[in-house]
């Protein structure tokens, strides 16, 4: 079998114009009938183009032979790279790929991920679950917490309420800790951090003061957040799903990033739907075990929406409700919910 084409001799950009003698057991290049070079089809390198691009020889000395032929396929060549040409012809396939290829990435990030986080946060040390959470709360309360203005006594009446509660439900109190600040940014909010510490705002404490079981609800809520690891989930599925666009999209060097970032990135997070109604029926469960009424969380609830509804005059506080409901459930569910 004879095969006409170019022949390129080692790192050269200059080529011949010869043609391939195919046996069936070497492959010999002549030009003008004067053998250039023999060898054993054993040792030939077969790099397939893609469709209408012709199936490039490159020989273990570093020369290259390339039909002209650009339809022509050598008889040696593996039924992989067959069928991926086929493939890569394939109106249907390439149909397919369209199709499939954001329907496996949305598979990925958004089931798989969420699965291996669920799994995997068991396995993390709990110093690195100290060190995400410390680096959370350093980045938030440089950003946005200042020093609580509530009086020490109020703060000391909350935190005893705290600890009993801490103590009914057999929970640690080295590792769930109440933290007092102001913060114009957040309002009226608390958070939970994935190391065990709560922050609540003194806006929060202010909105609530005549309704203290309205306040331990909110508390419950939060403590259900680190019961079910809340925090580390949704760090671990972020970072997780950034290593998976990572290694689609080539980006490798940010998987280091990640590995050293992973913390801080709870401070741009917010909750699933799904998480948050795990903490309310964690905060409506123990509310009914400590003697308290569900009532209490819908009475947070109710009070929260009116208080986020009455600031939204401001453009910004717009803004930032539309930003917290996109991430829990609607009010009108948790407080129907709780009744």
């Known amino acids: 079998m004879h095969v006409k084409g170019h022949y390129f001799p080692k790192a050269s950009s200059n080529y011949q114009e010869c043609v391939a003698s195919i046996s069936d057991t070497h492959i010999d290049i002549k030009h003008d009938e004067y053998i250039i070079t023999r060898h054993a089809i054993t040792e030939l390198n077969l790099n397939s183009g893609m469709a209408g691009l012709a199936d490039e020889l490159s020989f273990t000395d570093g020369s290259r032979f390339i039909p002209l032929d650009v339809n022509y396929r050598w008889p040696f060549k593996s039924n992989n790279h067959q069928i991926m040409e086929r493939l890569e012809k394939s109106k249907w396939a390439i149909l397919a790929a369209v199709i499939l290829t954001p329907l496996f990435m949305w598979l990925a990030l958004y089931k798989a991920v969420p699965a291996i986080a669920v799994y995997s946060i068991d396995t993390l ?41 801490l103590e009914q ?12 600040y102001k913060s114009e940014h957040f309002g009226a909010n ?10 609540i705002t003194d806006e929060l404490v ?134």
């Open 169 to 180: 439900l057999s929970l640690d109190k080295s590792i769930y800790r109440l933290s007092f």
């Open 190 to 199: 608390a958070f939970a951090l994935p190391h065990g510490r709560i922050v």
């Open 206 to 339: 202010n909105l609530l003061v005549d309704q203290p079981n309205a306040l331990k609800a909110v508390l419950l809520h939060e403590i259900g957040h680190i019961v079910h690891q809340h925090s580390v989930r949704i760090t671990a599925q972020s970072a997780a799903s950034t290593i998976v666009l990572a290694v689609i999209f080539g980006d490798l060097e940010g998987i280091a990033e990640v590995a050293l970032g992973t913390g801080a990135s709870f401070a741009q997070q917010g909750f699933s739907r799904d998480m948050e109604r795990e903490a309310d029926s964690f905060a409506l469960t123990q509310l009914e075990y400590l003697g308290y009424s569900s009532n209490d969380f819908a009475d947070a609830i109710e009070t929260l929406q009116y208080s986020h509804t009455s600031e939204n005059e401001h453009l910004k506080k717009v803004n930032n409700l539309l930003e917290y409901l996109s991430s829990h459930p609607s009010a009108q569910e948790r407080i129907d919910n709780a009744r």
């Open 125 to 165: 040390p709990h110093n690195v679950i100290n060190q995400m959470g410390e680096q959370s709360f350093t980045v938030i309360k440089k950003l946005a917490l200042d020093d609580s203005e509530l009086p020490v006594e109020q703060q000391t009446k909350i935190q005893q309420h705290f600890n009993t509660m």
